[in-house]
């Protein structure tokens, strides 16, 4: 089930993405696993990170194999390093029909199904077209639902509403590295494009064409942060781009020019208005705990693939740009598929038999008496998740004075009556983006440091004591704790099914 058109929805789907795709040199993996251990805070793992390494290598040379027209170099080779998300999945989409898989567009999931053991057993949703509800008994529940961007108008972006959390989170799933969340992305403030690349040749500037020192690369973003929450910030593509850079970067990310091509401005020689748009979880790293190798939740029957679930098992709390994360949707996707057919398999011909029930609650139903309106909530939560003084400069004070609004936005709709017809779909997404504010910040809360994307300004140097991950959970009481004192850290997949 897709929320928008399976193929063309999302993150992946609307530009050119970088993968993590290394050959199994050594040298290069060692290279590449060490790159972005210090960025991340040290908190991803080498086994995950050569895991990722295999399969996304084995994964891509097989979208090859299917056809996708990867470009050839001078020397003939075929260079796998980065992908168009149109033409991938539009082959990916093609590949699953002729699997015999039935796919339902424009049908949000809107909650999950468990049986009498708590155990996730469907799911049900709405077409938000026709408005004509549907409800699937399954052996396992593959969520896949992406990260939570609230609604900041990032191309693709916007369908990313943090739904699969909130539903996983009414199954009892747990999070790990909700804190790490705080991703905005430099953009046009006309144009929804967030791909970053071509930064890399900008200069940023003040209203009256004065450069903004320090302000370039990616450790600049917090001086444009800073810049922005004074005055307006200007950029333009002037840097070294000479004409042959200039023509490649037409062919490598055509939907880059066109918003400034609609306003006539030539971003190679003018000056046109930046902004940093939040893309929270999607470019963050935090998502729905992996107990083990198989990508499965902590609810039997329940398991999480691409930004749905962490990424802190191969970047630790930064992403740092693209790669790693299609890697890991590829990887994680192929694996937990695999998993979820095992686990559905082992449940023997009489699991759709089991008598089940929809769990899901907050903006969907309730008996409460309070109004609620779905447009003021999430209006409410974006004030507290877009301010770069709230959310990428963090304070103990600030998190406590957000959650404060939030938890009583939770309330509110706990005491109402639900919402209707396709406006279950909002209602739902307003739910989650509240819910997953309230896991992020208890998160940040938690983490007394300054660590990969999660900025504290009261503790800005990182803390030898907290080189592990905090998980996160609950609804009405959302509660934090460290790793290191959780059970069942790794579980097979065999005692898993058992439990
Ligand atoms: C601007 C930008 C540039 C990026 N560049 C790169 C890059 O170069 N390299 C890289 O590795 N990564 C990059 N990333 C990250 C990468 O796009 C994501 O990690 C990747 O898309 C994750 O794939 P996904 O399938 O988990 O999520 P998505 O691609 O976001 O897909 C999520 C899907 O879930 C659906 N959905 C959501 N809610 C529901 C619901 N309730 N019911 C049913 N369906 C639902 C959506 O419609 C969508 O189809 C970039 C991200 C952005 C925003």
Not at 194 to 206: E, L, M, P, S, V
Not at 374 to 386: G, L
Not at 461 to 468: S, Y
């Amino acid at each position: 089930m897709d929320k928008g058109y399976c193929g063309t929805s999302g993150a992946s789907a609307p530009s050119g993405n970088s993968l993590w795709y290394i050959k199994p040199d050594p040298e290069l993996r060692k290279q590449a696993m060490a790159s972005r251990e210090a960025l991340g805070g040290f908190l991803a793992q080498r086994t995950w990170m050569e895991r990722v390494l295999d399969q996304t290598f084995e994964n891509i040379n097989r979208v090859a194999e299917w056809g996708y027209p990867f470009p050839v170099d001078e020397h003939g080779e075929s260079r796998r390093e980065s992908i168009q998300g149109s033409e991938y999945m539009r082959l990916m989409r093609k590949k699953i029909q002729r699997a015999g898989v039935q796919i339902l567009d424009q049908s949000p999931a809107l909650e999950l199904l468990v049986d009498c053991e708590g155990r996730v057993a469907g799911a049900a949703g709405i077409n938000r077209q026709t408005g004509e509800r549907w409800s699937i008994r399954a052996g396992a529940v593959v969520l896949a639902t992406g990260g939570c961007a609230f609604l900041a108008n990032g191309l693709g972006c916007n369908v990313l509403t943090g739904d699969g959390y909130l539903m996983a989170a009414e199954a009892g799933a747990e999070f790990s590295g909700m804190e790490f969340s705080s991703a905005y992305a430099l953009s046009t403030t006309f144009g929804s494009v967030t791909k970053g690349r071509f930064f890399q040749w900008a200069t940023f500037y003040y209203a009256d064409g004065t450069p903004i020192a320090g302000a370039a690369g990616h450790h600049g973003r917090s001086i444009v942060a800073k810049t922005l929450l004074e005055q307006p910030v200007y950029d333009c593509i002037d840097q070294n781009v000479t004409p042959e850079i200039q023509a490649w970067m037409w062919k490598a990310q055509p939907n880059f020019f066109l918003p400034l091509n609609r306003r006539g401005i030539d971003p190679f020689t003018q000056h046109f208005p930046v902004t940093l748009r939040l893309e929270g979880t999607v470019r963050g790293t935090g998502g729905l705990r992996i107990l083990n190798e198989t990508c499965a939740t902590s609810v039997l029957g329940l398991y999480a693939a691409g930004d749905a679930a962490t990424r802190e098992l191969i970047c630790g709390g930064f992403t740092g740009g693209g790669s790693h994360n299609a890697a890991w949707a590829i990887s994680s996707g192929y694996w937990s598929g695999q998993a979820a057919a095992d686990y559905a398999k082992s449940l023997g011909t009489h699991a759709h038999q089991r008598s089940v029930q929809a769990i899901g609650e907050v903006g969907l139903r309730g008996d409460g008496a309070k109004a609620f309106s779905a447009e003021d909530t999430i209006a409410a939560t974006q004030a507290e998740v877009f301010p770069y003084d709230r959310n990428l400069f963090r304070t103990g004070d600030g998190l406590r004075d957000s959650l404060g609004r939030l938890d009583s936005l939770w309330r509110d709709m706990r005491q109402s009556g639900g919402a209707t017809g396709t406006q279950m779909v909002r209602s739902r997404e307003a739910a989650a983006m509240v819910a997953t504010a309230r896991w992020m910040y208890r998160s940040g809360l938690q983490r007394t440091e300054t660590r990969g994307m999660h900025k504290r300004l009261d503790y800005p140097e990182q803390d030898p004591n907290q080189k592990h991950y905090w998980l996160s959970g609950g609804l009405d009481q959302v509660w934090v704790k460290s790793s290191l004192n959780a059970d069942h850290n790794t579980v097979t997949n065999k005692e898993l099914v058992l439990r």
